[in-house]
């Protein structure tokens, strides 16, 4: 999976920027970060010139993480060939993006109430292979076409924790096949996938990831599960951002479900594996829930293959 944006996005991206002075970016690229670590972002978005700052400040990141949780659910589902994508809270468009990437011939329909991101999601889809999505206006209250995958990235963030079960249970009503929920990787993040999680295994779906089970999840006390994603920086990203890098780590919580059974025989790593000189020790949750698993270095043939493996992947 390549975390960068596609060619023709990136570009789009960066045209944006012509004749925009990048001190009045800046400024605005930070109100939207401040608006993203208090729990959301459109509240905060309402001109042209604050969409473009979120696109340039929050898309490739948002981009990266979603598309490695549509790469899990690939992983988990290697069949799965979803003919139609709901954007549910599409923003700019960077979930639809990474579906196509995923899925070359999947038609698309986003879903947002703010009109300057939906603005800005057409002009960027009418740049490269999005031309034929179709955008419209509305909200998670509203009624929604079905789809074969329905996607929430960094939605339920915007609402009270309480209200993630329900929600999450009401786009899974639109899902024919799938659902994913992508959030922050944060405490309150994770809660709200916690919650989701937990209303739609009863309500009859099947965990596809990053979970190997159906059971309840063990996570407890200040845990949570999350996982990150390194994708690159451009200048403009940099500037904005008053970072020094060229690259950035985004930390994500998802989980995705399916309405078939999805078999499971492995374990998830839960966090980066801790190499000391005895061999590599790894935090992973299966079915029977949290446990620490070693490898000796002197099993050479596991070690060499347990080299291989990071956070996120299975073990």
């Given at each position: 999976m390549n975390p960068a944006l596609p060619p023709a996005l990136a570009a789009a991206i960066a045209a944006l920027l012509d004749g925009v002075p990048?001190?009045?970016?800046?400024?605005?690229?930070?109100?939207m970060s401040a608006a993203y670590r208090t729990g959301g972002t459109s509240h905060a978005i309402t001109t042209p010139l604050d969409a473009a700052a979120y696109a340039v400040a929050r898309m490739p990141a948002t981009y990266a993480g979603i598309a490695a949780a549509f790469e899990k659910l690939a992983q988990a589902m290697p069949d799965f060939a979803p003919a139609s994508l709901l954007d549910v809270g599409a923003g700019t468009g960077a979930a639809s993006w990474a579906a196509q990437a995923a899925w070359p011939d999947i038609a698309v329909t986003m879903l947002d109430h703010n009109p300057a991101l939906r603005t800005l999601a057409r002009k960027l889809a009418d740049s490269g292979t999005l031309a034929a999505a179709e955008i419209l206006a509305g909200d998670l209250g509203v009624e929604k076409p079905r789809a074969d995958l329905?996607?929430?990235?960094?939605?339920?963030?915007?609402?009270?924790?309480?209200?993630?079960?329900?929600?999450?249970?009401?786009?899974?009503?639109?899902?024919?096949?799938?659902?994913?929920?992508?959030?922050?990787?944060?405490?309150?993040?994770?809660?709200?996938?916690?919650?989701?999680?937990?209303?739609?295994?009863?309500?009859?779906?099947?965990?596809?990831?990053?979970?190997?089970?159906?059971?309840?999840?063990?996570?407890?006390?200040?845990d949570w599960c999350h996982f990150s994603q390194r994708l690159p920086r451009s200048r403009d990203h940099m500037l904005l951002k008053s970072a020094n890098v060229p690259f950035e780590d985004e930390r994500y919580s998802y989980v995705a479900v399916s309405r078939e059974s999805v078999a499971h025989n492995k374990a998830r790593i839960l966090a980066?594996?801790?190499?000391?000189?005895?061999?590599?020790?790894?935090?992973?949750?299966?079915?029977?829930?949290?446990?620490?698993?070693?490898?000796?270095?002197?099993d050479k043939d596991e070690y060499r293959g347990a080299r291989k493996l990071g956070w996120g992947d299975l073990f």
């Open positions: 990048r001190k009045d970016l800046a400024v605005r690229a930070e109100k329905v996607v929430a990235g960094y939605v339920l963030a915007e609402l009270p924790e309480e209200r993630a079960a329900a929600v999450a249970v009401d786009l899974w009503q639109s899902a024919d096949k799938a659902l994913v929920l992508i959030e922050p990787g944060t405490p309150q993040g994770f809660a709200r996938i916690r919650a989701a999680r937990a209303a739609l295994i009863a309500a009859g779906a099947y965990v596809a990831a990053p979970c190997t089970h159906d059971s309840v999840c063990p996570m407890t006390g200040d980066p594996p801790l190499e000391a000189k005895p061999g590599l020790t790894f935090k992973l949750c299966d079915a029977n829930g949290l446990r620490a698993q070693f490898v000796a270095s002197r």
